[in-house]
């Protein structure tokens, strides 16, 4: 009688096999160099990539957020801007960034460093064009298409740093990246307090949107020359560098790092729980935080500050979340935990909201906002690095991502309408209302890692032992599906 080669334990013995065999032939390519040209390497990277791709989002940030000096500034006044409206031109920016989340996807058909280029043009673009509409439809039109250029580039950079970077290194190089968005709003903050100071003959307002746009236009033609279209090919780097970067890619990530699109991995994106769960997640930050930039010198004037010294104010609760920011999230990747951290910066930005809508003494509201900012920021970094996290194909992590971004930049919808200037000084129900979310947001952190936490026992029990920092190189068609890949919890 012929042996079964069909059943279970024969074919898992085959695939551990094979498995076996391509993790030592990563090994032995590892071991073609040395620790230290590996260090050395990747320092490298990390100080050319991160940089650029982090100043490519500082500009976007400035160019989305900008509309809030702006109107402070005087371009409310000036054109009879009412409540009703300003919260439009604010939400009509996250419709285009919601609806054109699916351009993640173009990150793995479409050479990078051009596709990035037209999208920092176009946004660039059209926030220098602000400057010359004078109505309410014209200024509508140019939001809409700042939140489409900037859906092409801002929310595929996790995307794109899977890459280049193992699972334990994508905490700090992402919390680094998403860092310079304080440092985007501590910059137009304190470039606002200058601009309005200043005695031209257009509008401050007016003078503050061109100036602010034409880095975004400088800095798109140096990403088209100067951005890696993959991991082996970094023109910053030596080729033996190159080679480096790219081998320890394909072993922190699997082999498909550089595939095309992988259709049945995009699909099951759909229907993974985790993706609905971490969209949840972002949905509560994004609520909580995502129109923040916008209302924050709002709210510092309510607290009886000048126009002008609330532009510069604005700049030191961001200053703290830089800080916090990058710090958190090196020690997450130390730690490998994701969830318990969320739980606790989703924690201390409700305590601010909290204080903020029950406190009236200014002092103590404005170090509330330091607690709101250094609370969600690194909450948003961590979130959108846990979602990267635990998608096991690259395919899979870039429907991933659009799923996330897409529900969660609903977010900033409802977030833009909770502050009417009705509701000024204090702004009660929406400081409530940000608590309430951000709470919610800390119990689902909390629920997603018990989860993960118990689908690695499982597959520990069933299929043998592993951990976070094993990625099975056959990754490509099974996703995080592969009996032998642990979540991140």
Same mark, same amino acid.
């Given at each position: 009688m012929m042996p079964d080669r069909t059943s279970k334990p024969n074919d898992d013995h085959i695939e551990m096999a094979d498995e076996d065999l391509k993790v030592e032939a990563a090994h032995e390519a590892e071991s073609s160099w040395t620790p230290e040209e590996e260090k050395k390497a990747l320092r490298k990277l990390d100080w050319c990539l991160i940089p650029l791709v982090g100043v490519l989002y500082l500009v976007s940030y400035i160019d989305r957020g900008n509309i809030g000096n702006a109107y402070t500034a005087g371009m409310g006044k000036e054109w009879g801007i009412t409540s009703d409206d300003y919260s439009w031109i604010v939400t009509i920016y996250y419709i285009a960034y919601i609806l054109f989340h699916w351009l993640i996807l173009v990150w793995k058909v479409m050479p @990078? %460093? @051009?596709w990035t280029a037209i999208m920092a043009f176009g946004w660039g673009t059209c926030s220098i064009l602000q &400057?010359?509409? /004078?109505? #309410? !439809? !014209?200024?509508m039109a140019l939001r809409f298409l700042i939140g489409v250029f900037e859906a092409g580039f801002v929310p595929a950079v996790a995307l794109y740093l899977t890459f280049f970077y193992h699972r334990r290194e994508m905490g700090l190089r992402y919390g680094l990246f998403i860092s310079f968005s304080p440092l *985007?709003?501590? $910059? &137009?903050? &304190? @470039? *606002? +307090?200058g601009i309005v100071q200043a005695h031209t003959s257009i509008a401050n307002w007016q003078l503050l949107f061109i100036i602010e746009g034409i880095p975004t236009i400088i800095l798109a033609f140096v990403a088209w020359y100067y951005l890696p279209a993959s991991p082996s090919q970094c023109r910053f780097l030596t080729a033996r560098q190159n080679e480096i970067i790219s081998q320890r890619a394909i072993k922190g990530r699997g082999q498909d790092t550089q595939q095309k699109l992988n259709f049945s991995q995009v699909f099951a994106a759909f229907y993974d729980y985790k993706n609905y769960m971490q969209a949840f997640i972002i949905f509560c930050l994004n609520t909580a935080f995502g129109s923040l930039p916008a209302y924050l010198p709002t709210i510092l004037t309510s607290m009886g500050y000048t126009?002008?010294? *609330?532009?510069g104010l604005s700049a030191c609760p961001y200053i703290t979340a830089y800080v916090v920011c990058v710090a958190m999230s090196m020690l997450s990747d130390k730690a490998g935990? /994701? !969830?318990? #951290?969320? $739980?606790? #910066?989703c924690c201390i930005g409700a305590v601010g909201y909290i204080l903020l809508a029950t406190l009236e003494s200014t002092g103590v509201r +404005? $170090?509330?906002t330091f607690l709101v900012c250094a609370g969600v920021f690194p909450a948003v970094a961590l979130t959108f690095t846990w979602v990267t996290d635990n998608q096991g194909s690259s395919s899979k992590r870039g429907a991933g991502l659009a799923i996330f971004g897409m529900v969660g930049q609903c977010g %900033?919808? @409802?977030g833009a309408r909770i502050f009417p200037k009705s509701d000024g000084p204090y702004y009660a129900k929406g400081m409530w209302i940000c608590a309430g979310v951000l709470l919610a947001a800390a119990l689902m952190a909390v629920i997603l890692s018990i989860c993960l936490r118990l689908q690695n026992r499982h597959r520990d029990r069933v299929h043998g032992k592993s951990d976070t920092a094993h990625v099975p190189l056959d990754i490509a068609d099974k996703g995080d599906d592969h009996p032998m890949y642990r979540y991140v919890p």
């Open positions: @990078l %460093p @051009l &400057a010359t509409v /004078r109505s #309410f !439809g !014209g200024i *985007a709003s501590c $910059f &137009a903050s &304190a @470039l *606002a +307090y126009s002008v010294h *609330a532009q935990q /994701r !969830g318990i #951290f969320v $739980f606790v #910066f +404005y $170090f509330s %900033p919808i @409802l």
